[in-house]
């Protein structure tokens, strides 16, 4: 074959065509990763279970098959195979176990069976702006999951996972001992709160979420934070009838476009007193451009409708809703702080 012949791959491209290759096949370990997960693979071997027909006995699969995804799980570095035929997990694989305190067993779910469609269609997304979650599920995706209980838990855990994730550099860098009350609006099952109260003691705590929301929240396992804390359920389009000196809108604004997110920023604005804060917790857009803060961006825009913004941005919708920046407070991870008081 002739060297210029266009079915030969120059050398100096060779590498970037296996790496561009790698990142097309990211669907089958998404695949993969899902699978091993659905079927708790990785904890039936944990529990002693580590040759392929008894992991196929004990989880109910064909023999043949499962031999082959064990086999690619372990071009995964996911498990190790034994000369005597038994699997083994690796550190690596060990946090697709829903019991590994970092484990990434929800999201491993959440993306094939709640995300894998809407991206799908990022042409179509990318060709007339609109989000394409509904397209293809139906409906939004808080009314899908609220229409489909166990996608919502898988939701609700992925989030409480990867909340607690970030709760740490969070808390790192914001000092919540000047406050006596802080509302968290659009707060999820509570995640931050417990957090904060935890860290605060003389600290009160509001949840504001939709009634759904706060009727499946877990109890929290220390008694003195639940007394400290007062579940108020509504809209944050309409009202918010609380009366705090803390009030915190965390991953909530990035979930909407810019109509909506001022529509929020004013009715906090409202119901803030004269000398109240108001911390947004965002991913804030950086001209860094390897930042996941882009990557966030683009799903936002897929699933909910919602935008990553720069500070510029949060300083215009903070403007328009009659609250001022005081300051941004970046946190060791990829969330920042973004501090305001009323004009």
């Given at each position: 074959m002739q060297p210029d012949s266009p079915d030969v791959i120059p050398m100096d491209t060779a590498e970037l065509h296996k790496q561009l290759t790698h990142d097309l096949n990211g669907f089958q370990r998404a695949a993969i990763m899902h699978a091993l997960v659905s079927l708790n693979v990785i904890d039936t071997i944990q529990q002693g279970a580590t040759v392929s027909k008894d992991i196929a006995t004990v989880i109910g699969v064909d023999h043949s098959a499962l031999i082959r995804i064990l086999n690619a799980a372990?071009?995964?570095?996911?498990?190790?195979?034994?000369?005597?035929?038994?699997?083994?997990?690796?550190?690596?694989?060990?946090?697709?176990?829903?019991?590994?305190?970092?484990?990434?067993?929800?999201?491993?779910?959440?993306?094939?069976?709640?995300?894998w469609l809407p991206w799908r269609e990022l042409t179509q997304s990318i060709r007339d702006g609109q989000t394409v979650f509904d397209r293809v599920h139906g409906c939004k995706p808080w009314e899908y999951r609220n229409l489909h209980p166990e996608q919502g838990a898988l939701f609700d855990t992925w989030q409480k996972g990867e909340s607690s994730q970030a709760?740490?550099?969070?808390?790192?860098?914001?000092?919540?001992?000047?406050?006596?009350?802080?509302?968290?609006i659009g707060g999820g099952i509570g995640t931050l709160l417990d957090a904060s109260?935890?860290?605060?003691?003389?600290?009160?705590?509001?949840?504001?979420?939709?009634?759904?929301?706060?009727?499946?929240?877990?109890?929290?396992q220390n008694p003195d934070i639940a007394q400290r804390l007062t579940?108020?359920?509504?809209?944050?389009?309409?009202?918010?009838?609380?009366?705090?000196?803390?009030?915190?809108l965390k991953s909530v604004l990035h979930n909407w476009d810019d109509e909506h997110a001022q529509k929020i920023l004013m009715q906090c604005a409202k119901?803030?007193?004269?000398?109240?804060?108001?911390?947004?917790?965002?991913?804030?857009?950086?001209?860094?451009?390897?930042?996941?803060?882009?990557?966030?961006?683009?799903?936002?825009?897929?699933v909910t409708g919602g935008r990553e913004r720069t500070m510029a941005q949060y300083q215009q919708l903070a403007s328009k809703a009659g609250l001022s920046v005081l300051r941004l407070t970046p946190t060791a991870g990829d969330f920042s702080l973004i501090e305001l008081t009323l004009q």
């Open positions: 372990v071009s995964l570095r996911l498990l190790n195979a034994g000369h005597d035929g038994h699997y083994t997990v690796t550190e690596r694989g060990a946090l697709l176990s829903p019991s590994h305190p970092n484990t990434v067993s929800a999201y491993a779910r959440l993306s094939v069976e709640q995300y709760l740490r550099d969070i808390l790192a860098v914001w000092d919540l001992s000047p406050f006596k009350v802080v509302a968290d109260l935890s860290q605060w003691p003389q600290l009160q705590g509001v949840l504001f979420e939709q009634a759904q929301t706060l009727a499946k929240m877990p109890p929290f579940k108020l359920s509504g809209d944050f389009f309409k009202d918010i009838p609380i009366e705090a000196d803390c009030w915190v119901a803030m007193g004269q000398h109240a804060r108001l911390f947004i917790i965002e991913r804030v857009l950086r001209d860094d451009l390897s930042s996941n803060a882009f990557m966030v961006d683009l799903h936002m825009l897929m």
